[in-house]
């Protein structure tokens, strides 16, 4: 076992200036008056401060690391004391005096109404919060910028702050720090505009959009490998090999030194050769992230205690605990270099950092949680390294660290329920990346449908990690499901390493100002519906998913959810169903599926390779198209390897940062073109296998692919070319006969549901008899009212009824 090496500490650079910031704002975007000043940070973004000692603070904070921004227009007029401030989108009239209902008051300008005074709830739509421990259900969330009364306030008087060196700071007591968002129902600017503040999200390295391995249980290294080879031989990717506690000593720990949870010395009996283990893990084309509970400090157990104590001034053959104390710079350092360098040198890639400890430090007012964050980021890029990080929700700002970790979920169709609602609000305070425990952690009982509907909402999640509690009754692996559900996990597993093309678009779209995923009052934000589906969300730009949340009905055997579609026609990736939008319908799924459908126009990239690497560009794309309008998305596809990925993290402008290949789909000229790609081309395969899926009925003409022609394969509703040549180069797909129809004969799917509802035959008989007539789809539906079919069954049946026909 490789032992820790003793490192000079004093001058490495986890303790930096922020990357990025630009804490002081211009003279000309603030207004002062006696204890107050008043900074309009964007035409929508007020900074108002008022100070009993007539100070200001220009440090940057934990929530704001940039007030140097572009001035926008503004008008001041003064009366009295105060002032009026007014800008294209809002007013804001100020006394001069203390906060107070009467003297603070802001206004949304313009297409919008709202009006907000000091001191009254916003009526925001909430945000995140810090943890799901041990939640069912719901949980308060913390305040956002997203309102339908078009104000949200961050009152940021409480955060720590950044001294120019990189160091934490405190705030200097008694002075109020608002934040006030002033968008109207535009909640996409509400979010760019916050970002523009607090920073943009850090691009993810591609492998972490794959999916990830864990389990809180003592894994031995062969064990571990031995699980590797059963999901092989099972055909289920993933690229994440997440290792809890348990990789290091907890069982052989003294007693007299207290709790086992923090440690940083491999458990010898379980993993005798780390660096041999994690080579093999990378062979496999696996990251690792090690379980981090670092509360305890070092103690003299540890295989790095002596150095750690050398380090920090403390007689090493003394045994004297070494305390956690991330708000003492030598501490860190020490932290760093002799903790966790040494392990990642022997290949752990990144950490899992589990703080459960609270919000207080040995400095006023600074959080140890986002200490954690903050300086485990700046490390972890060091070297032009992607930065990446794997820990939990500090307050705002905290969509600058990666990925988050929501904590221990319980396991409950409650929290299943719930879990959607608040990844997609996340949005509205900029945070893009949350990871659940998929299939939940803790307690409840065993529900084989639950974890499966889990691991379907997991594939359509910012992050997919499989997670069980040291628990053996309580298990993930698709092989300890009956075949139904075995089936369901593993096809729900594999498409999610065949969405990471995109996926990994969207992790560049998401670092450039748009998360993920979001509310559906972000895209349609005038109209009350959106508001009604709140487990409903966009996933990116091109798909609309709605996850079955609650049990099946015991009749029909399908789940059913209640969906909203705005205006356009909507194609289902899974069933090849076509609706018609701007309407609220509820869909039924077997436990095969959930309601994940494609824009009129949208293209989806998938890999099509036979391996699903989500480590590298694939070799063969397949490319979705829902031909019902034209559409264009342009594909990202950056370095494999992650220093390279991660300096351009946010820039996507940055020589070198990415191949981008525009893929746009002419409905009325019939023609797909797959462009030529465009930027850091060497980061794609030599050459490349297309396959372009239409989802529509087969074509009245030929299809050429670059002016020879192909051949056809598929069905009606879904057919397919192909083509082949050098990975950058132009491919232009050409179908004749014009217009693609879609929308298919659902008459099978209806078919479908009747054979497998547990239902009366003769019922079911005489639904299929009207279903199948000539009579239209009206008069199918008035007849089949009077059927006495159970209430789910004939739901399912008239949801494809409504689906029937080509538009």
Known sequence: MSQPVDQAVDSLPVIRPLPDAAPHARPEQQVLGAGWRITVLTDGVFRVERSADGGFEDRASTFAIRRDLPPAEFAVERRGDGVVVTTRRARLRYDGGEFSASGLVVEVLGRDSGRWRYGEPTRDLGGTARTLDDVDGRTELEPGVVARDG?????????????DDGWVGSRVPGRQDLYVFVHGRDYTDAVADLYRVSGNPMRLPRWALGNWWSRYHAYSDASYLELLDRFDAEGVPFSVAVIDMDWHRVGSVPPEHGSSWTGYSWEPTLFPDPEAFLRTLHERGLRTTLNLHPADGVRAFEDAYPAMARALGVDPDGGQPIGFDPTDPAFLRAYFAQLHHPLEAQGVDFWWIDWQQGRTSGMAGVDPLWVLNHFHHLDAARDGRPGMTFSRYAGPGSHRYAVGFSGDTVVSWASLNFQPEFTATAANIGYSWWSHDVGGHTRGVRDDELATRWVQLGLFSPILRLHSANNPFIRKEPWQFPPEHRAAMGDALRFRHRLVPYLHTMNHRAAAGVPLVRPMYHLEPR??????????????????????????????????????????????????????????????????????????????????GPDLDATRNPSALELLVAPGASGRLVLAEDAEDDAVAGAAAVDDAVAGAAARTDLSWDRERGELVIGAAQG??????????????????????PVTVNDAEAEVTGVDGRWSVHASGPAAAEIVVRVSGGPLHVGTDRLAAAREILESAQAGNPEKLQAWEIVSSDRTATEKIAELAAVALPEAVRAAVLEQLAAVGAV
Do not use: C, K, N
């Open 151 to 163: 104000i949200g306030v961050l009152d940021d008087s409480a955060s720590f702050l950044f001294e």
């Open 527 to 608: 109209r009350h519906e959106a508001y009604e589906v709140p487990h409903q969300f966009a996933f990116g730009s091109e798909l609309l998913v709605a996850p079955v949340t609650t049990p099946r009905d015991p009749a029909s055997l399908r789940g059913r959810v209640r969906v909203w579609l705005p205006a356009g026609v909507w194609t289902d990736v899974f069933t090849g169903a076509v609706y018609r939008g701007d309407r609220t319908i509820e869909m039924h799924r077997g436990l095969g599926s959930v309601p994940a459908l494609l824009r009129a126009g949208g293209i989806l990239p998938l890999d099509a």
């Open 680 to 701: 850091a081309t060497s980061v794609l395969p030599e050459t490349r296998e297309w396959t372009v899926t239409f989802l529509a009925a087969l074509p009245a003409g």
